[in-house]
């Protein structure tokens, strides 16, 4: 059963930064798109990013010129550079990863808090 696993959530101060990780297990082929959800309290689970394994990107309008998605094809890695954050952001950001075929399959990981507060 391919897994990811998350890392790098935290609490931090308006305006901080924090980077999170994502390693999809070595089980997962052919992985085509990965990217970051965020789901805050009481609200639906939101895009923030994806990327897919030619490093064509796209963003959330709430969070272009802040947050930085990138990978590392290699390692079967994927990071979200958050700057400037605000307490909005405030969320737990899901890893997402997408297998193409036949039958698409999608993974996801099991989410880290990020919490942004004075």
């Known amino acids: 059963q391919g897994r990811l696993v998350e890392s790098g959530g935290g609490l931090v101060q308006p305006g901080g930064s924090l980077r999170l990780s994502c390693e999809a297990s070595r089980n997962i082929p052919s992985i085509s798109s990965m990217g970051w959800y965020r789901q805050a309290p009481g609200k639906q689970r939101e895009l923030v990013a994806t990327?897919?394994?030619?490093?064509?990107?796209n963003y959330a309008d709430s969070v272009k010129g802040r947050f930085a998605i990138s990978r590392d094809n290699a390692a079967n890695t994927v990071y979200l550079q958050m700057n400037s954050l605000k307490p909005e952001d405030t969320a737990v950001y899901f890893c997402?990863?997408?297998?193409?075929?036949?039958?698409?399959?999608?993974?996801w990981g099991q989410g880290t808090q990020v919490t942004v507060s004075s």
């Open positions: 997402n990863a997408v297998r193409p075929g036949p039958v698409r399959v999608t993974y």
């Open positions: 990327v897919t394994n030619d490093g064509s990107t």
